[in-house]
C-alpha cells in the first residue's frame, strides 16, 4: 500500500438518541458520533416493523371494483 494516501482511522462512541451507545471506527475528525437510530431501537431489528403494503395495487382496485358491485 502507498503511505500517506490513506485517511486515519480510528475508533470513535457512537451514540443513538434511544440512549445506547457502542465504539466503532472512523475517519471523521471527531471523538463521539451522534445517531439518529441503531440497531437498538430500529423497527427492523426490534420486530416493530410494520408491512406498509398489505396487497399490490391490482388488488385494491378489484377490491373496490367488487365492493361497488
Known sequence: MK???HPNYK???ASCA???SFLTGSVKNVDA???DVCSACHPFY???Q???ESGGRI???KSK???KK
Request: aromatic content about 4%; overall charge positive.
Open 3 to 5: 503511505e500517506k494516501i
Open 50 to 52: 410494520k408491512n406498509m
Open 65 to 67: 371494483v367488487a365492493a
Open 33 to 35: 458520533l451522534k445517531l
Open 46 to 48: 426490534t420486530g416493530k
Open 18 to 20: 434511544c440512549g445506547a
Open 11 to 13: 475508533e470513535v462512541v
Open 59 to 61: 388488488e385494491k382496485f
